[in-house]
């Protein structure tokens, strides 16, 4: 294990990128990341094992870094891509956080998706300190980050934040879109995933009820993905096993977005809802769905799409 300790040649003047969250997500775009930027790579995560096997996988011209404010002090460009609110607040502004060794001028990219208010207070502190700050989250899932074909939602404070953002994300993705102002992009992603939910549980629903009126599932697959029903959830990531090879419901519904990490962003559109006062009937119904199908631990680790087996009373 190498850690750096400040004394490498990455603590020079030139473009450095610090890259913090190495799961399943982060792993697989930091790896495009690095392979695509003519720049030194230093990485963190809580997790050394993951840290470890991403050096050994780059190879030379990446550092480990012994924590985010270690990292932020040698990076030019710094990117986030972490599971929860929590996390991101403990890696920006914790005692060992970003925001204690941040460059000024520095560039920071957070990728996670979170509470829009959490975000843009993150964000304005991180920006108070001389640095910018930047949110970019990401539709995609798994697959998407392995094949670097990510949609990234931003919101920035200028032109000139989104156009250097935008660089950088092209590398890990194939559509950046800015969305307005800081905490445009968590707001977008938000609404995004409200319309997935729904869109999951309603093509679920009719697919179990096509295959209890004795329909082949590959058949009503075809239809409705030539009809007017057609969305993602039915030609991409269709959740009855064996219809989309690719799909994680053919793989035991593992390697997707998991059913519990769909429970948490319902919670954050549900904290914006009231926050702004929205009605929220689908989207309600929709957390409700998700938080009865977490309690079930072994169903919350498994792909959003599992929720045609809990709609059909079976197990994968």
């Given at each position: 294990?190498?850690?750096?300790?400040?004394?490498?040649?990455?603590?020079?003047?030139?473009?450095?990128?610090?890259?913090?969250?190495?799961?399943?997500?982060?792993?697989?775009?930091?790896?495009?990341?690095?392979?695509?930027?003519?720049?030194?790579?230093?990485?963190?995560?809580?997790?050394?094992?993951?840290?470890?096997?991403?050096?050994?996988?780059?190879?030379?011209?990446?550092?480990?870094?012994?924590?985010?404010?270690?990292?932020?002090?040698?990076?030019?460009?710094?990117?986030?891509?972490?599971?929860e609110s929590a996390h991101v607040k403990e890696a920006y502004l914790g005692?060992?956080?970003?925001?204690?060794?941040?460059?000024?001028?520095?560039?920071?990219?957070?990728?996670?998706?979170?509470?829009?208010?959490?975000?843009?207070?993150?964000?304005?502190?991180?920006?108070?300190?001389?640095?910018?700050?930047?949110?970019?989250?990401?539709?995609?899932?798994?697959?998407?980050?392995?094949?670097?074909?990510?949609?990234?939602?931003?919101?920035?404070?200028?032109?000139?934040?989104?156009?250097?953002?935008?660089?950088?994300?092209?590398?890990?993705?194939?559509?950046?879109?800015?969305?307005?102002?800081?905490?445009?992009?968590?707001?977008?992603?938000?609404?995004?995933?409200?319309?997935?939910?729904?869109?999951?549980?309603?093509?679920?629903?009719?697919?179990?009820?096509?295959?209890?009126?004795?329909?082949?599932?590959?058949?009503?697959?075809?239809?409705?993905?030539?009809?007017?029903?057609?969305?993602?959830?039915?030609?991409?990531?269709?959740?009855?096993?064996?219809?989309?090879?690719?799909?994680?419901?053919?793989?035991?519904?593992?390697?997707?977005?998991?059913?519990?990490?769909?429970?948490?962003?319902?919670?954050?559109?549900?904290?914006?809802?009231?926050?702004?006062?929205?009605?929220?009937?689908?989207?309600?119904?929709?957390?409700?769905?998700?938080?009865?199908?977490?309690?079930?631990?072994?169903?919350?680790?498994?792909?959003?799409?599992?929720?045609?087996?809990?709609?059909?009373?079976?197990?994968?």
């Open positions: 294990m190498l850690y750096s300790t400040g004394a490498s040649s990455s603590s020079g003047g030139g473009k450095v990128i610090g890259f913090i969250g190495l799961g399943q997500m982060g792993f697989n775009m930091a790896r495009h990341l690095r392979a695509k930027s003519n720049a030194e790579f230093i990485v963190y995560d809580v997790n050394h094992h993951a840290m470890e096997l991403f050096q050994a996988e780059s190879g030379k011209g990446v550092d480990l870094a012994s924590s985010p404010a270690e990292l932020a002090s040698r990076s030019s460009v710094i990117v986030t891509v972490l599971p005692e060992s956080g970003i925001i204690k060794g941040v460059r000024q001028g520095a560039l920071c990219i957070d990728s996670s998706t979170i509470d829009t208010s959490v975000s843009t207070d993150v964000s304005r502190q991180i920006i108070a300190v001389g640095a910018r700050a930047v949110d970019a989250p990401i539709s995609g899932g798994i697959m998407g980050a392995k094949a670097a074909t990510l949609t990234f939602m931003v919101g920035s404070q200028t032109d000139n934040d989104f156009e250097q953002a935008r660089a950088h994300l092209l590398h890990m993705g194939k559509n950046v879109v800015r969305c307005g102002d800081l905490g445009a992009g968590q707001a977008a992603k938000i609404c995004n995933n409200l319309l997935l939910a729904i869109s999951m549980i309603g093509t679920a629903e009719a697919m179990n009820l096509g295959v209890q009126l004795g329909l082949d599932p590959k058949i009503l697959a075809s239809i409705v993905n030539t009809s007017s029903g057609r969305c993602w959830s039915s030609d991409t990531a269709n959740p009855v096993p064996d219809v989309i090879a690719t799909a994680p419901s053919t793989n035991s519904y593992n390697d997707g977005f998991k059913s519990r990490l769909m429970l948490k962003d319902l919670g954050l559109v549900s904290n914006a809802a009231k926050d702004s006062k929205t009605p929220l009937m689908l989207g309600a119904l929709a957390e409700n769905i998700y938080r009865h199908l977490s309690n079930d631990s072994a169903l919350a680790e498994k792909d959003f799409s599992v929720v045609y087996q809990w709609l059909a009373g079976k197990r994968p």
